[in-house]
């Protein structure tokens, strides 16, 4: 527990925020990086990871 308190703490003390907001802002920061990212694929490659998706699909259906 100590290493979580200090953590705590080092948040606290450096952001200002509380530890809940903090890594909340964190996620989200992750969770938009990934949206924006993504609104960034070639069509190619979209369409070649939608076809890789279908083929597993049917493979996995197959084998049931």
Not at 18 to 23: E, Y
Not at 40 to 53: A, C, H
């Amino acid at each position: 527990m100590g290493i979580y308190s200090t953590a705590m703490e080092v948040v606290m003390e450096v952001t200002g925020l509380s530890p809940a907001g903090f890594f909340t802002i964190i996620a989200m920061m992750v969770v938009v990086y990934k949206i924006v990212c993504g609104m960034f694929i070639r069509p190619e490659d979209f369409e070649l990871n939608q076809k890789k998706s279908q083929f597993s699909w049917e493979t996995s259906r197959r084998k049931s």
